[in-house]
């Protein structure tokens, strides 16, 4: 019984130390940003599960104003498409707050809206699909993009991608893998 309780009090305290917070801004044109999802992010997230408390900003460098009927128009860096995948990156974690970094990966770096949906959605469901297309091309996606702005400013972002792990900026002169498993003894 006394073991049973005192595992009971210690092991949340050990599981939650464990998982490693990593916060990272991205907008979905930009090259490294592309290569760090695909080749350092998502290999981790499959080979390590349940490390990461991951946590994606995607805007980027640009501005989001509204106009007299409250409608959002954001403008970002590398033009039109870039905000229109933006818009379906936010749409992605707003519909799967838990599991969206596969979806989150496919859109980054494509190179229009069209092929994003051909590309990423054609495994959901019908319904689901919708739902992404109709947020991704409506105020909805521009408005979660607005707030994915106001994080980016309000973070005094200025390059992307900008990582923190555990709230500790990460200058990535290293590997992701390595820096994580730091923070870590699941690794
Ligand atoms: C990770 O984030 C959670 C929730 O924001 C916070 O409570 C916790 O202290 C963070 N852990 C570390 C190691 O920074």
Same mark, same amino acid.
């Given at each position: ?28 044109? !930009?090259?490294?940003?592309? *290569?760090? #999802? +695909? $080749? ?65 990966? !496919?859109?980054?770096?494509? *190179?229009? #809206? +069209? $092929? ?72």
């Amino acid at each position: 019984m006394w073991v049973a309780l005192f595992l009971g009090i210690v092991l949340p305290y050990f599981a939650s130390a464990q998982q490693v917070n990593v916060t990272i801004f991205t907008e979905s044109q !930009c090259p490294y940003c592309t *290569k760090l #999802l +695909r $080749e350092q992010i998502w290999p981790f997230y499959v080979t390590k599960p349940g490390i990461m408390n991951l946590q994606i900003v995607s805007f980027g460098k640009g501005d989001c104003t509204y106009d007299a009927n409250r409608n959002f128009h954001c403008s970002c860096m590398h033009g039109q498409t870039e905000c229109d995948l933006n818009r379906l990156q936010n749409c992605a974690m707003s519909y799967f707050p838990r599991r969206h970094l596969g979806l989150v990966t !496919c859109i980054q770096g494509l *190179k229009t #809206l +069209r $092929e994003a949906f051909s590309r990423c959605l054609s495994r959901l469901s019908a319904r689901t699909q919708r739902k992404l297309i109709e947020c991704a091309t409506t105020q909805t996606g521009e408005l979660l993009s607005y707030y994915s702005m106001v994080n980016t400013h309000r973070a005094g972002v200025k390059l992307w991608p900008t990582m923190y792990v555990n709230g500790v900026f990460f200058d990535r002169s290293y590997p992701v893998d390595q820096k994580l498993c730091e923070n870590t003894d699941w690794c």
